[in-house]
């Protein structure tokens, strides 16, 4: 029964990845693409993995999504035409080489153990209970630390994409919402769900699923909702007080981290203060990603007049 | 659920190939940027299946795919302003490589500009 079910959710998984990639019109493909980010979600649900199934639908598919939606608008506007696939034999075959010779490798490599009983042997030390979580935060903070500064580098190149004389205006593009349609009427209506969905998510991800970067995404959305309503001002790239929220994340990991050097090395948190150090970071962690997602999708600053 | 991880495994790897034949036979930016998401979810979703020991998935593999996950609409990001930013100034989302009827114009016309 629940093969079937798996079944069922890879063929739905292949047809929303073919709609996504070969099929006709640029708007339906990305509502297509948005669709298979959501059966890939499924997926990691069915493996158990439901931080990663978070992640997944929050920002591989919804982010993304509204990403691509964006694009597919401007590229309309700017008259960019589209063309069908140049289809052949040849790059079939190679796609379904690569495709058959990955799968053949991947059945038949041997196990090699993981890091899975190393991990649960070391997780009463990290100062949280989920492993997940534990893994981001304190065993390979490194890479969380390194990451949030992407982040960070991919708005500077973002932004760096405006024109000069653009520099002046607030991000992102000019939005035009009827006042008392219904985008404004959810965008006062879904805030105070989301903010809390959002917080709940990174206070409970040091037990259950969940943690900054989900919590981060919702919160993200929920500021989004409210500037495509045209319910808050946006912002310009050199307002301070936004770029202290961009930073505050990384500045802060980075902070706790040096401390670390006291008490034994950096990034090291020993485990009585583990918890403390760790909630910490993931505070400013989250309002840095809500911050830096939010303005990522909403680019860089974009002249005001109508089109 | 080991046939279902065998099922995971098969069907992340038939996403890969999906993925790179997207590169192959798309020249449309954006499709291409599909195609980046779509290889990386297939990878992600197979190192997730291999990762699998019997009761859940270790959770060092779920954390790097976490990362991954958030680097890839990272460099989405960028790809797709880019993108839009380039269509802006030439009018096309293709490059001028990717355009078989573009060589004979640039031979007879000396170029777009």
Redesign the interface.
């Given at each position: 029964m629940?093969?079937l079910f798996?079944?069922v959710l890879?063929a739905l998984?292949?047809l929303a990845?073919?709609a996504?990639?070969?099929g006709r019109g640029?708007f339906r493909?990305?509502v297509f693409?948005v669709a298979?980010?959501i059966t890939?979600a499924l997926?990691?649900v069915?493996?158990?993995?439901i931080?990663?199934a978070l992640?997944?639908a929050a920002?591989?598919a919804g982010?993304?999504g509204l990403?691509?939606l964006?694009?597919?608008a401007?590229?309309r506007r700017?008259?960019?035409?589209?063309?069908p696939?140049?289809?052949?034999l040849v790059?079939?075959l190679?796609?379904?080489g690569?495709?058959?010779a990955?799968?053949w490798v991947?059945?038949r490599?041997p196990g090699a153990g993981?890091?899975?009983t190393e991990?649960g042997e070391a997780l009463p030390l990290s100062g949280v209970e989920n492993?997940?979580t534990?893994?981001?935060l304190n065993?390979?903070a490194w890479?969380?630390l390194l990451?949030s500064i992407?982040?960070l580098?991919?708005l500077l190149?973002?932004w760096a994409?405006a024109r000069e004389e653009e520099w002046e205006a607030p991000v992102g593009p000019p939005l035009h919402a009827r006042p008392g349609g219904v985008l404004e009427g959810m965008a006062r209506l879904l805030p105070p769900v989301g903010i809390v969905v959002g917080v709940f998510l990174v206070w409970a991800g040091a037990s259950q699923p969940g943690?900054a970067?989900q919590g981060g995404t919702v919160l993200a959305a929920v500021g989004l909702i409210a500037a495509l309503a045209g319910l808050v001002a946006l912002p310009r790239p050199d307002s301070g007080s936004w770029r202290t929220a961009l930073a505050a994340g990384p500045a802060v990991f980075l902070l706790v981290g040096a401390s670390g050097l006291a008490l034994g090395g950096l990034l090291l948190f020993p485990p009585d203060w583990a918890k403390a150090m760790i909630l910490t970071v993931e505070v400013f962690l989250t309002l840095s990603i809500a911050a830096t997602?939010a303005l990522?999708?909403l680019?860089?600053p974009q002249p005001r007049r109508m089109p | 659920?080991t046939?279902?991880?065998?099922?995971?495994?098969?069907?992340?790897?038939?996403?890969?190939?999906?993925?790179?034949?997207?590169f192959?036979?798309?020249?449309?930016l954006?499709?291409r940027?599909?195609?980046f998401?779509?290889v990386g979810?297939g990878l992600?979703?197979?190192f997730?299946?291999?990762?699998?020991?019997g009761?859940?998935?270790?959770?060092?593999?779920?954390?790097?795919?976490?990362?991954g996950?958030?680097?890839?609409?990272?460099?989405?990001?960028?790809a797709?302003?880019?993108?839009?930013?380039f269509?802006?100034e030439t009018?096309?989302?293709?490059l001028p490589e990717d355009r078989r009827e573009d060589r004979q114009e640039k031979s007879s016309a000396g170029g777009r500009p």
């Open positions: 629940t093969v798996d079944l890879c998984m292949l990845a073919l996504a990639i070969g640029l493909a990305t693409f298979y980010g890939v997926a990691w069915r493996l158990g993995a931080d990663v992640a997944e920002i591989g982010l993304t990403l691509l964006g694009a597919v401007r590229l700017a008259g960019a035409p589209e063309f696939v140049r289809a052949g790059p079939a190679a796609a379904a690569v495709a058959g990955t799968g991947a059945l490599v993981g890091l899975w991990a492993p997940v534990a893994v981001l065993f390979r890479d969380t990451e992407v982040l580098a991919a190149a973002v994409l943690g970067f997602l990522l999708v680019g860089p | 659920m046939g279902s991880v065998v099922l995971f495994v098969v069907t992340a790897s038939a996403l890969i190939g999906i993925g790179l034949w997207g192959l036979v798309q020249a449309h954006l499709r940027v599909l195609a998401n779509v979810s992600f979703l197979l997730g299946a291999l990762g699998w020991r009761g859940g998935v270790d959770p060092v593999p779920q954390a790097l795919v976490i990362t996950i958030v680097v890839a609409l990272a460099a989405t990001a960028v797709l302003w880019l993108v839009g930013r269509a802006e009018g096309r989302a293709d």
